[in-house]
């Protein structure tokens, strides 16, 4: 089998050379440890940055303000107010775990969506009906965590009728030539630009979690910016594909629409940017934002290139049966999760 792939490497690269094989395909023929692979990350990165609209790359953020600090239990709770994007203030919330001991594992939080536009960062404190908060085990495993207001939720949220205020934004941005996914992901890579420039903490151990909106905002996240170490994300490791079999786009927020992004891009595609650091995704059987079609076929893909990594184990996509809702034996695994890839490091 492996004089095979040599002999068919060999035939794609005279083939590439003779200008009968497209460059793309010619490198997805090539092995994954060949640095190859890596060059070509790296230019599937640039080309999905590039969708997603005009970002504010010129704008120079401004030093944050600390609005006030209070004492939790077993954690510290700095609010602050940040100035990422040049249009408007972003508001966040850093949980600082007492006591720590050296430089501490770093987590970005990214909160879900949910129809509830009052709801943002606060999240992390207060958890949701459908997952208790994880504030208080960030705390206990000194894990320094960040969570920001997304566009159009909690203190951005600016209209009565917050949907009305989603569809507005969004329109007036692609009118401006903007996008919002992706306008909220800049705010969350320059939201973790402050996480790792904070003293505390430690660039090699830094995780995103989300639920829902914030769990496509976490892979989508890990695929963009090599920083992230691990990537946890439940209840959204959706196939673009398949949500369109059963005809449930509309079960996704506006937010969620990127233009041509289907032209150069799947789910599966999109996680590949992650490969081979961990990643960890769990959801549910009965939830029409993720058919388990889709979710079986992204695991199918990605499963293998890990292989190939010898780092198969780092990479769990789990089907439970529920909804849109994490599991107790869900929350085990993102626990133990925590425990092998940022707490031990």
Not at 6 to 12: A, D, G, N, V, Y
Not at 40 to 48: E, F, H, N, P, T
Not at 309 to 338: A, N, Q, T, Y
Request: hydrophobic share 40%; net charge neutral; charged share 25%.
């Amino acid at each position: 089998m492996l004089h095979a792939r040599r002999t068919f490497i060999k035939k794609s690269v005279a083939a590439s050379l003779a200008g009968m094989l497209p460059f793309d395909q010619f490198i997805l023929s090539m092995p994954l440890q060949d640095t190859s692979y890596t060059d070509y990350q790296a230019s599937q990165r640039k080309k999905l940055l590039g969708l997603l609209g005009d970002l504010p790359t010129q704008h120079t953020p401004k030093p944050p303000q600390l609005v006030r600090k209070e004492k939790r239990n077993g954690y510290t709770l700095e609010h602050l107010e940040f100035d990422f994007n040049g249009f408007e203030k972003v508001p966040g919330i850093l949980l600082v775990p007492d006591n720590l001991k050296g430089k501490a594992p770093c987590m970005l939080y990214c909160h879900a969506h949910f129809g509830t536009y009052e709801v943002g960062k606060e999240e992390l404190l207060n958890g949701r009906t459908v997952m208790p908060a994880y504030a208080e085990v960030y705390a206990q495993k000194g894990i320094i965590t960040l969570a920001i207001d997304s566009w159009c939720f909690g203190e951005r949220n600016r209209l009565k009728n917050g949907a009305f205020g989603e569809a507005d934004t969004f329109k007036e941005m692609l009118w401006k030539g903007q996008t919002l996914f992706g306008m909220m992901l800049w705010d969350e890579m320059k939201a973790l630009d402050y996480l790792l420039a904070r003293p505390e903490a430690d660039a090699s151990r830094v995780g995103v979690f989300g639920l829902s909106m914030g769990a496509t905002k976490a892979w989508w996240l890990a695929a963009l910016d090599t920083r992230i170490t691990t990537c946890l994300d439940l209840c959204c490791l959706t196939d673009f594909d398949e949500l369109m079999k059963i005809g449930n786009l509309r079960g996704h927020g506006i937010y969620y629409y990127v233009p041509s992004l289907l032209k150069h891009f799947s789910t599966s595609t999109i996680n590949e940017l992650i490969v081979p650091r961990p990643h960890l995704s769990l959801n549910g059987r009965l939830d029409l934002l993720t058919p388990p079609a889709g979710v079986e076929k992204v695991r199918d893909y990605l499963l293998p290139l890990y292989k190939q990594h010898s780092r198969e184990e780092d990479c769990l996509i789990e089907l439970f049966d529920c909804p849109h809702e994490e599991l107790p034996e869900m929350r085990k695994l993102v626990v133990g999760w925590l425990d092998k890839y940022l707490v031990k490091g």
